[in-house]
């Protein structure tokens, strides 16, 4: 049997939120028999990093000590050199800069950046033609709406043709609920509009 493809997920925090929670669902679905998943996690507290470990996913505290810096990047170079992940992907800008470049740095094989929304990053004068830099490495990008892959590639930051919209994926219960029992259980009336 061939060896599990390593595959290394940068995140900017393992704190609840939405990227968050979608990579601990994203992560439980892949087969342990033909992937091996590592994370890392750059600041915050890691409130999820139980939960992906109960998954059976590795998870690595790699702190940086301000929005620059230089040393935290090469001590990720020097890790993924040292790990020869197959892939690198990464979440959420400072995942991005931070992960991406130092994969570019390393040699990894293949580069992915997940964008989770619109970054207002990409705008800033320093922080954006950093972040446009770091996405012409990336050997594909996802964007998890139409929405978020207009705004990359109608604004020039991110090459077309590396783009793919992957929606989020939701689990559902083995059961839906019946019909107008949630109006019910909230007290409204049968034909009032229910919005979630």
Do not use: Q
């Amino acid at each position: 049997m061939p060896r599990p493809i390593r595959v290394r997920h940068v995140i900017t925090t393992l704190d609840v939120g939405g990227a968050e929670n979608h990579l601990l669902t994203l992560l439980a679905g892949f087969d342990r028999g033909r992937f091996r998943m590592r994370v890392a996690f750059l600041k915050g507290a890691g409130g999820l990093a139980e939960r992906f470990r109960a998954i059976g996913v590795e998870v690595d505290r790699w702190p940086l000590a301000g929005p620059i810096d230089p040393a935290a990047l090469a001590r990720m170079a020097w890790r993924f050199r040292s790990e020869r992940p197959d892939v690198v992907h990464t979440h959420l800008f400072k995942g991005d800069f931070y992960g991406g470049l130092a994969a570019w740095l390393a040699g990894v094989r293949a580069i992915v950046s997940s964008k989770h929304n619109e970054d207002p990053e990409l705008r800033h004068p320093v922080f954006g033609p950093l972040g446009r830099l770091v996405l012409a490495a990336d050997d594909a990008v996802i964007a998890i709406s139409r929405a978020v892959a207009r705004y990359l590639a109608g604004s020039g930051r991110v090459d077309r043709r590396k783009l793919r919209v992957v929606h989020y994926g939701v689990a559902l219960p083995g059961r839906l609920p019946e019909r107008g029992r949630c109006r019910r259980e909230l007290g409204g009336p049968a034909g009032a509009p229910l919005v979630v």
